[in-house]
């Protein structure tokens, strides 16, 4: 079995990529660490444990961390996943959230213990990561693996034309983690744009008519609205997330090629990630270049609701 934690920003894609870690029989899921992202922390941490429920997952912990970037203000306005992080589907958060033990703490406990056993997939900003290594800079050469689904190095971003999202929200973070040493795999813009839910398959969810499928079509289509105003020629929604699951899990799906990695903080290029030629270090980030997106997609609808 493969110990894994999955750090989320809860989100559609994220909640998409829950369910397909929880499905997978080879995965067992230590924990979910929460962050902002696309919804404030209090949200993600809700709807991770909604997803979690919705699966009868619900042994499964689910921490809180980071509430903001490390230099930067978040500002949220809901066109992707909606103000609630699913689609509308869930509402404001009432009350405070709370858990047994802080994100990071967590991080860095399950390092020191499962070591080179342990597979981390980030789907968030990377504060929570940035925060563990400030906290115990030598977890670094601990961890088995790490597979962040962030960036775009030969393809444009979709917040600017240089960056993606989980990079640009919180750049300082991301510099930390893709300079640590940390063994990465990154997995960005350039393959995740190459697997997409239609809505096709939304409507296949919706028939089977189980309450997790239901749940499931209801939060996707809202993402599948979002992509057809901003991505019209992509014809479906992008899934990010889910693929950066299944590269920990099957990563001979994707060519990767090593390189030493770095995360523009110059106003001009913000959030850029891009090689560090000026390193002599040998790479310790392999970032995808292609992907088998038929084998994926096969593989994620044939586990997923």
């Known amino acids: 079995m493969q110990k894994m934690i999955l750090d989320v920003d809860t989100g559609i894609d994220d909640a998409l990529a829950i369910a397909y870690a929880v499905s997978l029989p080879t995965v067992e899921l230590l924990g979910v660490t929460t962050t902002y992202g696309m919804a404030p922390v209090d949200y993600s941490c809700r709807n991770s444990r ?19 970037p490390l230099q930067r203000i978040r500002e949220y306005n809901g066109k992707i996943h909606g103000t609630d992080g699913l689609g509308e589907t869930l509402g404001p958060v009432e009350g405070p959230v709370s858990s047994s033990q802080h994100a990071v703490d967590f991080l860095i406990e399950q390092i020191y213990e499962h070591k080179k056993d342990l597979t981390i997939v980030a789907t968030a900003p990377l504060t929570n990561l940035a ?3 400030t906290k115990a800079p030598e977890i670094a050469g601990m961890v088995g693996k790490v597979v962040i689904m962030g960036g775009a190095v030969m393809t444009p971003g979709n917040v600017t034309k240089f960056a993606e999202a989980n990079i640009i929200i919180d750049p300082e973070a991301a510099s930390i983690v893709l300079e640590s040493g940390m063994p990465i795999t990154l997995v960005g813009l350039d393959v995740t744009r190459k697997t997409l839910l239609t809505r096709a398959d939304a409507q296949q969810w919706r028939e089977k008519g189980t309450p997790a499928s239901t749940f499931f079509a209801q939060f996707t289509e809202f993402y599948l609205d979002a992509y057809s105003t901003l991505h019209p020629y992509l014809k479906g929604c992008a899934l990010h997330d889910p693929l950066a699951v299944g590269v920990a899990v099957y990563p001979d799906l994707v060519r990767t090629v090593p390189m030493n990695m770095k995360v523009d903080l110059e106003d001009n290029a913000l959030g850029r990630t891009t090689e560090d030629l000026y390193r002599t270090t040998e790479p310790t980030t392999l970032v995808c270049v292609q992907v088998d997106a038929e084998r994926f997609m096969k593989d994620f609808f044939a586990h997923v609701v």
């Open 50 to 68: 909604k997803i979690l429920e919705v699966l009868g997952a619900t042994d499964i912990p689910v921490f809180r961390g980071s509430e903001n």
């Open 131 to 133: 925060a563990a290594l």
